[in-house]
């Protein structure tokens, strides 16, 4: 029998949300935290050097110096969605995924990206949970990205 103060066994597989996904073998208990959002710290300038060219990245903006974590490991491999089971938490240690609901065996862990700072235009979400909002952004990032088109349609108008 297994302790229930152990970590719980985490698999990386194929998932249907998007390329791998991240699965728990074991029943995780809600308000656990999960596993470290692990990787060396960076600058964000240095991080949007070394990523320019590359559609996808595993930065996780961290603490308020403007820097980020540069994703290494077994949480990267989280994916987004809108009906998660878990999110993050940082604590002056580092970045952790928690359980925000009980998570039984076989569950693929998830938790809300809140993406935002991104040049991208769209992030698209297909996780197919019935409150999907359809994107990864954040709920300001969505609105910023309105008020930057409404400028430049303005912008547009003025020529
Ligand atoms: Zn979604």
Redesign the pocket.
């Known amino acids: 029998m297994r302790s229930p103060t152990a970590s719980p066994r985490l698999l990386i597989r194929s998932s249907t949300i998007h390329a791998a996904g991240c699965y728990t073998l074991d029943r995780i208990p809600k308000g656990r935290r999960v596993i470290e959002y692990d990787g060396p710290r960076i600058g964000k300038e240095l991080a949007d050097e070394r990523y320019a060219d590359r559609p996808v990245t595993y930065l996780f903006s961290v603490g308020n110096k403007g820097q980020v974590i540069d994703g290494f490991g077994t949480a990267m491999f989280l994916n ?4 998660p089971n878990c999110e993050t938490d940082e604590d002056r240690n580092g970045i952790f995924v928690r359980a925000i609901r009980t998570i039984a065996p076989g569950e693929e862990l998830l938790y809300e990206y809140n993406l935002f700072d991104s040049d991208e235009d769209d992030a698209d ?5 019935p409150n ?5 952004f954040s709920d300001e990032e969505i609105k910023r990205q309105k008020r930057r088109k409404a400028r430049k349609r303005a912008n547009r108008k003025k020529r």
């Open positions: 987004h969605s809108c009906a979400c297909y996780c197919g949970a999907c909002r359809g994107t990864m």
